[in-house]
Each structure stands twice: as C-alpha cells, then as structure tokens.
C-alpha cells in the first residue's frame, strides 16, 4: 500500500514552496540584461587574432571587463550581441552599449548601422531601453552611419578630436568643473582625451560640457533614454589608477554611470 504521507506536512511543503517563489520572483525580475555590440565593432588583435577592443571578454588596457565587473557587482547580467540590431535580439537587453562602430581602417568589410538597424534601435528605446553610444575622436570611428542612428535622438557626433593629452602630462585630459549630475555625484576630477563633441536639437540636453562645448549628452524618447559620450571613456585603460594619477576619480565616475544606467532601464518581467 503506498504511503500517502501526513496531510498536515504537505501542506507545509506546499506553503514552503509558495514561499519561496514570492521571494524569488521579485529577485528574478528585477535583474537587467546589459549587452555590448559586437557587430558594428568588430576589431580583431593583430597579435592574437582574436576579437577585442570594448568588450567584456577583454581583460587587457583595449577592453570593458572591468566595466563589466561593476555591472555585474549590481547583479546584471551580461550579454555580447555578435549580430546587426533586430527587434528580436533587442528584446532580450534592457540596456544596449554600442563603442566605437569600426571604419574602413579597421576593419576590411566594417558592418555599418544601417536604416532597419535604427529602426529596431529607436522602437527598443521607445519602449523602455537604455542606449549608450560612445564614439571616438576623428579618424578613430566610424560618424556617418553612428551620425545617422544618433540623429534619431537629437544627437549628433562631431567629426573632431579635442582634448589631446601629450607624453602623459595628465592634466591636459582632466575636467574639473563637473555639473550637478548623477553621474558625477562625489566626483571631483575626471579624465577623457581625443574627444568627439556635441551638436544637440529637440530632446537632447548636455550632461557634460566646458567652454561652451558638449562632451556628454542624454536624450529622452518614450519610455527609455540615451545616453551619449565623445569618447570610449571607461575601458580598462583609465577606469582606475593603473595609469591614471590617485586624483583623477574615473572609477568613481565608473560606479555612479553604471548605477545611473541600471535605475534608468527598464525591469525584465
């Protein structure tokens, strides 16, 4: 005869269960998927021959894992997206960073952003994504076809390369007087050298500028944002203090953009 078991105790398995998926679920949710485009930049290393620069996979000065390790520290997960944007494949991102798209000098056949790419990329934010593009100084990326999906947003890259920084005289690449912005909540000091800036229209407002010159700027559309940067800024190269002198705060500023993407991205169901 089987043994049916003591009502009273399944009844517990059954509330234990109950239990633990109300505190699980909201758990599950809240987490946030963060991909980095690995199609429209798709360098490989002359040493190595393997793909690089601006990702997560890699570890060496050209690479974002640290950037990735803060995200990670949050509890978000990462993502690589090795392939054009699509609705589908968006779908799967809370928060989209396209750094750097490649030129011709980069790479023999770059995979341009094209019209039905922007279409997928502005339905994605409409609806609640988070796009970061950060770019380059001129000649080191690709504007026309980034100019294209920024304009989209209000937001035009300038074919310029300001702020040079000669045999490491630091300073050259500081900026000191910093906006009351979340990003630079505690900071007093960042670094960025050979910058692209800013043209801005309708939406898009300056988050970062001196002289008169925008660095830095975000943009509302629909339920999400963008949020666009002259330069690949945070790669492991300046995000702490392996080369970058004890006052420049990069890791600091690091922490409070991660954060500031996180909260401003929307919640997987």
């Not at 960073?97 to 934010?125: F, Q, R």
Request: aromatic share 12%.
């Amino acid at each position: 005869m089987m043994n049916q078991g003591h009502p009273f105790l399944s009844f517990k398995n059954l509330l234990a269960g109950l239990l633990l998926l109300f505190v699980v679920a909201p758990l599950v949710s809240k987490s946030q998927v963060v991909g980095i485009d690995n199609w429209y930049n798709r360098e490989t290393s002359p040493k190595t021959g393997q793909l690089f620069h601006y990702l997560w996979t890699d570890t060496e000065n050209s690479g974002y894992s640290q950037w990735g390790d803060l995200f990670k520290k949050q509890g978000a997960t990462l993502a690589t997206l090795g392939e054009a944007a699509t609705k589908k494949n968006l779908s799967k991102l809370d928060i989209y960073i396209i750094a750097d798209p490649d030129t011709t000098t980069e790479s023999k056949s770059p995979n341009y952003i094209l019209t039905s790419d922007i279409k997928a990329i502005k339905g994605w934010v409409k609806k609640g994504g988070v796009l970061v593009l950060m770019a380059n100084d001129a000649p080191n990326c690709e504007f026309t076809h980034l100019n294209q999906l920024a304009a989209e947003f209000g937001i035009h890259f300038n074919h310029v390369s300001l702020h040079p920084v000669v045999n490491h005289k630091w300073d050259m690449g500081a900026f000191i007087h910093l906006p009351d912005h979340p990003m630079f909540k505690e900071v007093s000091k960042i670094y960025m050298k050979e910058i692209s800036s800013f043209t801005l229209k309708g939406a898009a407002k300056s988050i970062l500028s001196e002289n008169g010159i925008v660095y830095m700027t975000e943009s509302k559309l629909g339920k999400g944002m963008v949020v666009a940067i002259g330069d690949p800024w945070i790669y492991n190269e300046y995000i702490d203090h392996a080369y970058l002198p004890a006052d420049f705060e990069n890791k600091k500023a690091a922490i409070n953009f991660t954060d500031y993407l996180l909260k401003n991205s929307r919640k997987r169901k």
